[in-house]
């Protein structure tokens, strides 16, 4: 495998090589791809806009972003994003990282899908959800070199994404749709699952046991 990509060099360490033989075989080509450009296009924002995220828990955390969604790492009746942050985590502490390092990767997993917030967090969750915009809604292309971004789809190919993708997160949410309240996973659903109705915060105000 390409050490190089785009200009953005793979971290060479033992972590880094099990996460992403952990990626490769416990999910399909669609989940591995993204999460590898999750890594270099959030490296190539981050470098715009003078972040400087430590590239291996980076790495770490683009790789286990979106792991809630899968059976082997989704096990409990909480959101995705903290299935996939609670074992990121648990792959750094059983490596020997300190708990501030898995800490770090922990959030950046736990708040990739969340607005605004991530920006805020310090630069490895940021760079992972600038990664994430990017390869889910094209938020940033437009600031790429035109040239790295092929290079990065050449490494790792869409393939048929948008359709795959939102499938991905159907069959990851539809057994478990109250963890998608106040959420964007509940467009998914809302979309593509017959019967399913989000719960409003105005609902949850008026419904609440109180008199007025």
Known sequence: ?????????????????????VL???TGPLLFHHSRRVFLFGT?????????PDPELLYLSAMFHDTGLLTPFSDTEQ????DGADHARKF??????????????WAAVALHTTPGIPGRMGAEAAA???GVLTDAVGWGLDRLDPGQVDDIVAAHPRGDFKKEFLQLFVEGLKDRPDTTYGTVNADVLEEFVPGFRRTSMVE?????????
């Open 204 to 212: 949850r105000v008026l419904d609440a046991p109180w008199p007025k």
């Open 128 to 130: 992972t959800h600038y």
């Open 24 to 26: 490769q075989e416990t």
């Open 92 to 105: 750094l502490l059983d490596r020997g990282f300190p708990e501030n390092s898995a800490d770090v990767v």
């Open 1 to 21: 495998m390409t050490d190089t990509i785009a200009g953005v060099d793979i971290p060479r360490t033992t972590a880094v090589a099990d996460a992403t033989h």
């Open 44 to 52: 190539l924002h981050a470098r715009a806009l003078g972040l400087e």
């Open 79 to 82: 959101r995705f994003e903290l």
